[in-house]
């Protein structure tokens, strides 16, 4: 990992992004979820 830093610069923001996403999307469904369990 430490030897293709360069690389892995470029991988972290994707990362980042893509777990950010997944992260929104859970809790949009959460969120969802509970509306439709509360009404």
């Keep these: 990992m430490p030897s293709k830093s360069l ?3 470029r991988r ?3 990362a980042k992004i ?3 996403l997944l992260a929104a999307a859970v809790l949009v469904l ?3 979820l509970l509306y ?3 009404f």
């Design 18 to 20: 893509t777990a950010l």
């Design 7 to 9: 690389q892995g610069v």
């Design 30 to 32: 959460s969120i969802a």
């Design 12 to 14: 972290v923001p994707m």
């Design 36 to 38: 439709l369990a509360v």
